[in-house]
Every structure is written in structure tokens, then in C-alpha cells.
């Protein structure tokens, strides 16, 4: 689980840093933009370890996450402009991200013993909701709700860990296949510019 | 209890319904749709299981309500115009729908041993948090903040099943008169227009 | 603890008020007004105890609480003018109220064996996102994210908590130096237009 694990704190750090961006634009001070870092990067998962009753939330128990997203405030702080130059990257982390937000989330809600539709759900709200705060937070209209396919990519790659992960495939393995297809998804989209229907 | 959970499923319909029509008016994509239904069909139970402690929270529990919601969406997707043209039978059973809520939150929170004043006001919660949680998600002032008389006929319903509920009156003619009480007023503030008074 | 217990009751009193005044300039009806004397109250203290597992949250076990927000909106209601002209007490009222809330928080988060690094920011929180979840209900951008220094002085008063509270000097002694300290801070801060820098 060490590979994972790094990726859990690398996308993390990713958030953060999204989320600093988001309140350097807002023209929000220091404690502004830690507060939206902070929410970005561990908001989706609180909000699954709290309605799924997982008390305290996970990322109270490990500092590790805390000292990513302060390393995220610190580095958005001085080196802006280079982040910027590093779309590309960015954008690959953050994919990485979303993919592994949503399996840990899927695990997680299915170690409590609830049933795996609840548990894609929870994956999802773990990979987005973050985002979904850090846009309430700033008082703008989610972007995820009128954006390319994002919480869709989610959702399918959260379905293929619940699909594979009783077929013996080795776990890592299983999460790096889900994470794949998240990855592989959201790209297409991008670069196809896909986007979800709207309601007429 | 079964006419009662038939009322409560067609209550999370229809609000559900009220969600994705907000979220058309707001030009968002099926995902957003379904978010925004989900949260106004859930959203005042979740906060009020949360508040409470009754988590895992209750729509994980049973996959009827999942089950409405989605087809809340599709029916919105499909019949949005003539969905439109049934205003009065949305507003029945909306009514209904804040009526019964208002009563199961009651409810709810009396069975975990707290105050009757705590328990009106979370069964208040229960029923109008959706709407506000379905506004903020949508970058809007909560509608209830300003409207005609809502929450108020709820607070006045949820009083009077906690009043009579011990007068030996079987339990299902409790919560239906509790729910009269809610159309009742709801209805009578609607036709004169009436609406609570503000702080100037 | 009587007296700590007393300047409790009073901080939410004038946290109330401050939410009555702002759902006025809103033009909330008195049930919004109502919704947002309480969020901006007990908030705060609500998030900290949900994410910490706290639950029933604090303020629904004793009803002073609710007394004290009831009275807050009928004061607002009917002297609004004569509060206004109290701005002085009111900011004294509501800076003892953050100091305090902020050690209240830390306390009851490190008695659940949360670390200090936890504690010190579940007190700020405690003290500030009332505030927060104010202004996004208000659909206004968190004032605190781009303010004077005020949720800087609660992580100061905290972590002064924090320091000295295994000092052996007397607890309620511990908590007024540290509610002190958040005084002290932020009325240098309002005094000299002190703020914090910006992300560019």
C-alpha cells in the first residue's frame, strides 16, 4: 500500500494547491486561502466519513495529510507562476486524484458493511465534493455541475473496482486498473471536449 | 406504517422532482441534475441524522429512496413540460411531502431520547434543509428565508403531533393530522398571500 | 466554571445578534432570520463536534443555548436601533466570544484524544465558521477569508491554551490569558488596519 499511499498524499497536495489557486483569484488572504486549500483537498472525504458515520474524520488521525496541504499553501505562495507553466502536470495529478479518492472512498463505505451502491456514491462524493465546497465556499455555481465529464469518469472507474475486486487480481493492482480508467475517461473527454447532457 | 412509507417515497419524488427543475433552470448537466434532486430529496434528513448521530444515515439504509430519486430524474428528463403543467398536484404532494417529513424527524430524534424542542426543530430541519442545501448549491439566497409561510407551517405541524401523540390516538391518525395541520396552513397562506413579518 | 459558563451564554447571545442584523439586511423573513442567529451561534461548535464525532451536537443537550438565541432575535427585533449604537460592546461581547469558543474547542477536541495540531484548529473553527456558514447562507463570500486578523488571533489565543494549560496554573485562569490574547491581537489589529498578505 506504500505506492498508494504516496499517491493519496500527491493528490492531496494537488487539491490544495487547486484550492489555493481558487482563492488567490478570489483575492482571499492567507487564512482564506488555507481554509480553501484544506476544504479542496479533504473536504470530499469528510463529508463520506461523516454521513457514513466514520468519526473522527480520517485525515484527523494522520498529520501526513495536514503537512501536504500546508507544503501545497506554501508552494501556491511562492512559486505561482510556475504552477501555471505546469498545466499539464497538474492536470495529470489531479486525474490521478480523482481516480484514487474514488476507490479509497468505494473501500472505505463498503468496509462498514453498506451495500456497493451506496458505496459508488460515497467513492464519487469523495473524488468531487471537495470541489464542490471549495465552489460554495467562494460563491461560485459548482463547476462540476456544468463541466466536461468528471464526476462520470468517477463513477465508471468506482464501478470497475467494485466489478474486479473479487477476481482475484492483487489489490494494487485492482486500484491501479480502476484508477486507469478514471484517467483514461476524463482525457478523452478533455480532449474530445465531451460534456454530459443538459436537462431542456 | 405502510400508507405512510408510500407517502414518504412519493415525498422524496417529488422533491426530487422540485431539485432537477432547479438544476434545469440553472442550464446544469445530467450530474448536477441528479446531485441537486438528491439533495433536495435527502439533504434536510441527512443534516438532521448527522446532527443527531443516526449514521450511518438513513437513505443508505434502504435503496427505495435511491430507487425514486433516480426515477424522479428520468421523469423530469423526459416529461419536463408536462410536469409543468401539473403544478397544483406537485404542490399537493409537496405539501404532503413537508408534513410528513416534519413528523418523521419528530420522530426520529424523540427515539434518540432528546428534548422535544430539539426534536420540533430538527423535524422543521428535516423537512425545509433540502431546499435550502438545493438553493446554496445553486448559488442562490435561500427561497424559504423570504417566502410565504413554509417552515413556519411545519413547526406548527411537527407541535401539534408532539402535543397530541401521547392522547392515545392510534400513531398512523397522529401523523395524518399533524399532516392536515401543515396543508392546512400551507394552503391558507398560499391563497391570501400571507408571509411572516421582517426585522427592519 | 460559572463564570466561563456565563460568558458562553453571552458570546452565543451576541453571535445571535450578529446573525439577527445580517438576515435583516437581507430582507430575511423572521424564520430566516431565526435560521441565521443560530448558524452564526452555534455553527461553529455544530462542524467541530460532527467531525469529531460528537454527536448529539453540544448545543442540543442544553437548552440555554436555544434560550439565549431566542432572546438575541426578539432584542434584534425590537432594538435593532439601540444595538447599533452599542457597536463598542458588541465588538468587545463578540471577541471575548471567538476567545472563548476557541478554547472551548480546543478543550473538547483534545478530551476526545485528538492531537493539539487537531484541537487548535477544531477551536478555530469553532469560533469562526458560525461566520462562515452566515455568510455562505447569505450567499456572500466568507467576510473572514479576506478580513482584518481574526481568525489569526483565535490560532494565537489557542495554541496559547494549548502551551500553557499543563502549567499548573488554575484552568479558568489558563482560559482568560488565552482569551486575552485573542482580545489583545485583534483589537491591535482592528486599531492599526492590521491584515493578512494576499496570494498574488
Redesign the interface.
Given at each position: 500500500m506504500n505506492l498508494i499511499y504516496t499517491l493519496d498524499l500527491i493528490g492531496t497536495f494537488v487539491f490544495a494547491i487547486s484550492g489555493?489557486l481558487a482563492?488567490?483569484e478570489?483575492?482571499?488572504?492567507?487564512?482564506?486561502?488555507a481554509?480553501?486549500a484544506f476544504v479542496t483537498a479533504v473536504g470530499g472525504g469528510?463529508i463520506r466519513d461523516?454521513?457514513?458515520?466514520n468519526?473522527?474524520?480520517g485525515w484527523?488521525k494522520d498529520?501526513n495529510y495536514?503537512i501536504c496541504i500546508g507544503l501545497a499553501i506554501s508552494v501556491?505562495?511562492y512559486f505561482?507562476k510556475h504552477i501555471q507553466r505546469l498545466a499539464k502536470t497538474m492536470f495529470l495529478f489531479d486525474t490521478i486524484g480523482i481516480g484514487l479518492f474514488t476507490v479509497l472512498g468505494v473501500k472505505s463505505t463498503l468496509a462498514?458493511g453498506?451495500?456497493p451502491?451506496?458505496a459508488l456514491?460515497m467513492g464519487t462524493v469523495s473524488a468531487v465534493f471537495g470541489g464542490?465546497l471549495r465552489d460554495?465556499?467562494?460563491?461560485?455555481?459548482?463547476l462540476?455541475?456544468?463541466?466536461e465529464i468528471?464526476?462520470?469518469a468517477c463513477l465508471i472507474g468506482g464501478l470497475v473496482y467494485i466489478l474486479i475486486r473479487k477476481m482475484g487480481i492483487p489489490e494494487d493492482w485492482v486500484i491501479f486498473i480502476s484508477i486507469a480508467v478514471v484517467i483514461g475517461i476524463r482525457s478523452l473527454a478533455v480532449r474530445k471536449g465531451l460534456?454530459?447532457?443538459?436537462?431542456?
Open positions: 489555493t482563492a488567490a478570489k483575492r482571499f488572504d492567507i487564512f482564506g486561502a481554509v480553501l469528510t461523516v454521513l457514513i458515520g468519526t473522527p474524520v484527523m498529520l495536514l501556491s505562495y505561482r462498514t453498506l451495500s451502491v451506496i456514491m464542490v460554495v465556499l467562494s460563491n461560485e455555481v459548482p462540476i455541475f456544468r463541466k468528471y464526476a462520470t460534456s454530459l447532457p443538459r436537462i431542456k
